[in-house]
T-cell receptor, first 113, second 110 residues
Framework: KAGVTQTPRYLIKTRGQQVTLSCSPI?????VSWYQQTPGQGLQFLFE???????NKGNFPGRFSGRQFSNSRSEMNVSTLELGDSALYLC????????????FGPGTRLTVL | QKEVEQNSGPLSVPEGAIASLNCTYS??????FFWYRQYSGKSPELIMF????GDKEDGRFTAQLNKASQYVSLLIRDSQPSDSATYLC??????????FGTGTRLQVTL
């Protein structure tokens, strides 16, 4: 079975721009969660999507948004980028909703200049 | 108080020894507990999960859970240099979201 895939793997943007990241879960997995990982804050939960609906949300500003499509693929969008948004963005898929065993993709490394 | 706490390390153990990694959590309603391994520059990899009090063994790995003490640990027997990584403890709390500790860096020395 193919694992979780994320595109692009690396991205460089400038402040004020917006960015869209994509995640394809493991086949058969219907839940996709997104995380931000930084050296200072560690792994922080952004949101979880299940059946095309956001089911849970972390403590991030509204500039961070996401969606899920009928094939369970998910996208995450960050608008009006700030320097502090530079991070590794990870998505994780699981069979069911609610933070059971999650399997991570390779991540997208975002650098904001 | 952080929701999930881990000693950042580094924890240094000689090859062949037992590495003991510890984690405490604050949400008494937490139901599910996970250990992830993350190599430098890579994404986290799920290595163990435990839902009930007691021990769960998988190969060289043993997860231990004590809900009364709000404590979960990971033992790695016969530690190998390839076990050198950061180990992340993650807990599903009452809000049904996965909260991670900041990780313990393990170094297995020759």
């Amino acid at each position: 079975k193919a694992g979780v895939t994320q595109t692009p793997r690396y991205l460089i943007k400038t402040r004020g721009q917006q960015v869209t990241l994509s995640c394809s879960p493991i086949s058969g997995h219907r839940s996709v969660s997104w995380y931000q990982q930084t050296p200072g804050q560690g792994l922080q939960f952004l949101f979880e999507y299940f059946s095309e609906t956001q089911r849970n949300k972390g403590n991030f500003p509204g500039r961070f948004s996401g969606r899920q499509f009928s094939n369970s693929r998910s996208e995450m969008n960050v608008s009006t980028l700030e320097l502090g948004d530079s991070a590794l963005y990870l998505c994780a898929s699981s069979l069911r909703q609610g933070a059971n065993e999650q399997f991570f993709g390779p991540g997208t490394r975002l650098t904001v200049l | 108080q952080k929701e999930v706490e881990q000693n950042s390390g580094p924890l240094s153990v000689p090859e062949g020894a037992i590495a003991s990694l510890n984690c405490t959590y604050s949400d008494r309603g937490s139901q599910s507990f996970f250990w992830y391994r993350q190599y430098s520059g890579k994404s986290p990899e799920l290595i163990m999960f435990i839902y009930s009090n007691g021990d769960k063994e998988d190969g060289r790995f043993t997860a231990q859970l004590n809900k009364a003490s709000q404590y979960v640990s990971l033992l790695i027997r016969d530690s190998q240099p390839s076990d050198s990584a950061t180990y992340l403890c993650a807990v599903t709390g009452t809000a049904s979201k996965l909260t991670f500790g900041t990780g313990t860096r393990l170094q297995v020395t020759l």
